[in-house]
């Protein structure tokens, strides 16, 4: 018994000194295992933004714009073993991104391995304090993991909530977008669900990155807090880091801010470079908390002063409103005294970018003819439209191209795609027109990637009815003679009762009627245009019907105007009809997708008629009229005359003395539900 006295003083001091290495670990250390419950006592190496706060948050970034922020572990670590081959190594953190408006943050944050802590020829904003305007190099040596919250196509990002794997780049070796594999039940089948997470949703998310050095195998995962680590990791991929690390190497954070008050939070971190190992679990009792969204609670004193408070507030709102609306006003369009007469075509900026929420990705329908097009709803009434911006750049004076603009938007008819009207901003010219729910007839008739069904024989009748109605108006019953100069399958739009409507009217020529129109710069589609255009570079309305016959066998055969034949030879579709014509077969021309099912003396009707307004010579060509009489009535039509037998369209085609004009784009009106080729009035005259 005499010994206790002495053994318990001993037992004291050892579990002194178990604790004071308890605490030292959870602190964090300086081996190759540490974790931080907060860092409120670490000692970081911190840079630019970065600060802890007195709550134990690591605050990457605050609000102000146009700045980096850099926090690293403050002893380097040695990634390679004494074989100069990558370590394995574990670590996890738990993070948030707060920003002061719903959904909408500025860019994220990245985990880095780098050989250095110093990032001083670093850029903020998308390069996220990491690399500069040369987008890294091999040079960098950089691991880094990054969690996104914007877009950006400079560096190929799949979307604006995405986690990525970079390396020496801010272009991504895999990315994926931001969730979890959850388990569906089903283990012996190894099923899971995948649940998307939003990196800006202000909640903490934890976040794991295991590197197998033997396998060289490297895994991310994400997961909410409240979930354990999913079993199957988000990212997965090869890659050697013996290549990458240097020795030693600095592990930590980095973020970077643009112009959207944006916070970067890190909650906690663990890190551990012992080989099978996985990093030490969080404890997320002891994480510190994220500072309080919105208001504190106020006192019973502010509701005795809310009513004058309010007064005040909502006074002070509207005067910084009105300042603000003006001052957008004043820079973000271009307004002059002569566009008063053109009031009710002109529409605000401010209304356009609200009916596009602000012209977004979400909202992108393609590139049309000279412009990028987007889908809106008008705030005032609900109407769906198409917002289409251009250049301001025309052959003419502005003066005379708005003029011009608003002439075309006094079109009304029910088979004319409606120009609504317009708005000048800076170097762009806004043109707005009637969404057309079904996209082209084009992706009817050619388009395989959709798998769409086949137009039956009383709809393809019908949208060519619908196209010649609208041409007869053009030409004969408007004030003005419209030569459109481009018509064909892909400037037809079908509304959502599959209503035709001729649009695009980019190319169109006006003159009043009785006058003789001038020559002028040959443009149009190769395959569509009339052969007096190569000789004269007259436009007329003759020039219309030719590209309106080529139309009607297209619709009917469903073949492209100039395509191979079986020799691999390019073959004109008004040759490859008039020889079955003149052999008895012209049927075997008709879309086999229509399996039979069409009226046969309409079909021969379509197709007589769109050779009869093909013909080589214009006058030979009907009217509008005449054809519409053709289609009312149905009435049996002629054959076309000799003359057409010494007609080669192929020849022409290829015949020099013209500039073809041929609207390429990169919008795909099948998958956007709209125009591939919106109204744009800056090219061909």
């Not at 030292?24 to 970065?50: C, I, M, R």
């Not at 009627?513 to 007096?532: F, K, R």
Request: glycine share 8%; hydrophobic share 40%; charged share 20%.
């Amino acid at each position: 018994m005499l010994p206790m006295p002495v053994s318990v003083p001993l037992v004291v001091v050892l579990l002194l000194v178990i604790l004071h290495v308890v605490d030292s670990s959870s602190s964090g250390g300086d081996g190759n295992k540490f974790v931080y419950q907060g860092f409120a006592s670490a000692n970081l190496a911190l840079d630019g933004l970065a600060v802890v706060t007195p709550g134990g948050l690591l605050a990457l970034t605050n609000s102000t714009n146009q700045a980096k922020a850099h926090a690293f572990h403050p002893t380097p670590l040695h990634f390679l073993n004494n074989r100069s081959t990558a370590r394995s190594f574990s670590t996890c953190f738990v993070f948030a991104i707060v920003s002061s408006y719903d959904g909408l943050s500025d860019h994220g944050l990245a985990l880095v391995v780098a050989p250095t802590t110093d990032f001083s020829t670093a850029n903020a904003g998308q390069y996220l304090g990491l690399l500069n305007a040369t987008n890294g190099t091999a040079s960098d040596r950089i691991l880094a993991v990054e969690l996104d919250t914007i877009m950006n196509p400079d560096f190929q990002d799949i979307n604006s909530n995405h986690v990525g794997i970079d390396v020496n780049s801010l272009k991504s070796e895999q990315a994926h977008t931001a969730g979890y594999y959850e388990d569906d039940g089903d283990t012996a089948a190894g099923g899971s669900v995948f649940r998307e997470l939003k990196l800006n949703s202000h909640k903490p998310m934890q976040v794991w990155v295991d590197y197998d050095g033997k396998a060289r195998q490297l895994n991310v995962t994400l997961s909410p807090t409240k979930v354990p680590k999913p079993s199957r990791p988000l990212l997965s991929t090869t890659v050697d880091l013996s290549t990458l690390m240097a020795d030693p190497m600095y592990i930590g954070f980095s973020s970077a801010t643009g112009v959207v008050p944006t916070q970067h939070y890190v909650l906690g971190w663990s890190f551990s470079l012992v080989d099978g190992e996985p990093a030490p679990s969080l404890d997320f009792s002891k994480l510190p908390s994220l500072p309080r969204l919105g208001p504190k609670p106020r006192s019973k004193v502010l509701y005795v002063l809310l009513p004058l408070a309010t007064a005040l507030l909502v006074a002070a709102v509207l005067a910084v409103l009105f300042f603000v609306v003006q001052r957008r006003r004043r820079y973000a369009e271009v307004r002059e005294d002569w566009e008063d007469e053109f009031g009710p075509h002109r529409f605000s900026y401010k209304d356009l970018f609200r009916a596009t929420d602000g012209f977004r990705g979400r909202n992108f329908l393609g590139v049309g003819g000279f412009g990028r097009v987007y889908k809106g709803v008008l705030p005032a009434t609900g109407q769906e439209v198409a917002v289409k911006m251009v250049s301001h750049g025309s052959r003419q004076g502005v003066r005379e191209f708005v003029a011009e603009v608003v002439s075309i938007g006094r079109l009304r008819h029910r088979n004319l795609v409606q120009l609504l009207g317009y708005c000048r901003r800076k170097g762009e010219l806004l043109l707005v027109y009637d969404y057309m729910e079904n996209g082209s007839l084009d992706k009817y008739l050619h388009d395989q990637q959709h798998q769409l069904p086949a137009l039956s024989w009383r709809e393809r009748y019908r949208i060519i009815k619908g196209v010649a109605t609208g041409l007869l108006y053009l030409h004969e019953d408007w004030e003005q003679v419209v030569i459109h100069r481009d018509i064909k399958p892909s400037n037809v739009l079908l509304d959502g009762e599959m209503n035709a409507r001729l649009g695009d009217f980019g190319l169109a020529r006006l003159y009043d009627h009785g006058t003789d129109p001038q020559s002028t710069h040959v443009v149009g589609t190769i395959g569509y245009l009339a052969p007096e255009l190569m000789r004269m570079g007259k436009v007329t309305p003759s020039t219309d019907v030719f590209a309106f016959g080529v139309f009607l066998l297209e619709v009917v055969c469903a073949h492209r105007p100039i395509g191979p034949s079986n020799g691999n030879d390019r073959v004109a579709l008004v040759d490859w009809v008039m020889e079955h014509h003149q052999s008895g077969s012209i049927l075997d021309t008709v879309d086999p997708r229509l399996v039979g099912e069409y009226e046969t003396e309409e079909v021969t009707l379509v197709l007589k008629l769109g050779l009869m307004c093909t013909h080589p010579l214009s006058n030979f060509r009907p009217s509008m009229r005449s054809i519409m009489q053709y289609l009312d009535s149905r009435q049996s039509i002629p054959d076309p005359s000799p003359s057409y037998m010494s007609y080669n369209m192929t020849a022409l085609m290829q015949n020099d003395g013209f500039d073809s004009y041929v609207m390429s784009s990169d919008y795909n009106p099948s998958t956007a539900g709209a125009s591939s080729s919106v109204t744009d009035l800056s090219g061909g005259r």
